[in-house]
């Protein structure tokens, strides 16, 4: 059943993302032309430039709406089907709650996961279309970056890399299931501006975490750096980083099953639909 729901989601998503992922494409394209006639050696007429340059200008605006575009849509899908009149029907479905619950986390991170990797290849489009590298560039850089790997390529390396990859995804769940329950409180406690409400809470609460996070910084991690440091001097670095994010990568993994725990149970027993 889980399928078939994420089937549903993803193709409600898509047809939104779908063509935002197109339209940013494009303006990779469009950039890549600006840019070559920013670039060009060859004096043109002032209006020309200007053009390019406001046509650069509205690229990268649009590169930002389309990253707007996909958090809206992937949050509007679960505010739709769980908080709307679709709410109504989707409650009564043959299926547990942690299965709709997971869906909607699927989907959303996966378009998250997916609008990076398509400014992405958004960036490389507009770099070897707008400036154009020859083959001789590119394969130069081919080469220093498979040298830079066979210098640094070690055990430690992989680690680093999971790691990271892992912090990464993690900190994207983290920042959906934080929106989600900041929706879901929103439509329990507001009959009106639900919106607006759950905009309000996510705000002021992220402002809570933001400063308890300042906080620490300021007084609690200059001496784990100190004490990481000191026993560095007396021993490999790489074990201690190592042992450090995973550390950090089980904290977030902590906090997102927390949050998890807490948005399966609003939805299970604090959720009013009569």
Known sequence: ?????????????????????IASVLLALVGAFAARILDAER??????????????????????AFSILTTVAV?????????????????TLPVK?????????????????????????????????GFAPGWEEIAELFRDIFQWLAEHMDVYFVIYLVEGIALVLLSTVFSVLFLFVCITVACMIAKKAKVITAVAIYYVTNGIVSYA????????????????LLLAESSNI??????????????????????????????DRKLNLA
Do not use: H
């Open 213 to 228: 996070v300042q906080l620490l910084v300021i007084f609690g991690l200059p001496g784990l750096v100190d004490r990481i």
């Open 97 to 129: 709650r942690a299965q709709l619950l997971n869906s909607k986390l699927i989907s959303a991170t996966s378009f998250l996961a997916m609008t990076v990797l398509v400014l992405f290849l958004d960036l490389v489009l507009f770099i070897l279309a």
């Open 1 to 21: 059943m889980l399928k078939k729901l994420l089937r549903y989601d993803f193709a409600s998503v898509m047809k939104v993302w779908g063509v935002g992922a």
């Open 75 to 91: 949050f509007n899908r679960f505010y739709k089907n769980f908080f709307t009149d679709e709410g109504y029907l989707t409650f």
């Open 238 to 267: 790489n074990p201690i980083l190592s042992l450090t994010f995973f550390g950090l990568t089980l904290f977030v993994a902590i906090f997102c099953a927390l949050l998890y725990l807490l948005q399966y149970w609003l939805l």
């Open 43 to 64: 004096e043109l007429p002032v209006v020309v430039t200007v053009f390019a340059g406001f046509a650069m200008f509205f690229v990268i605006l649009g590169f930002a």
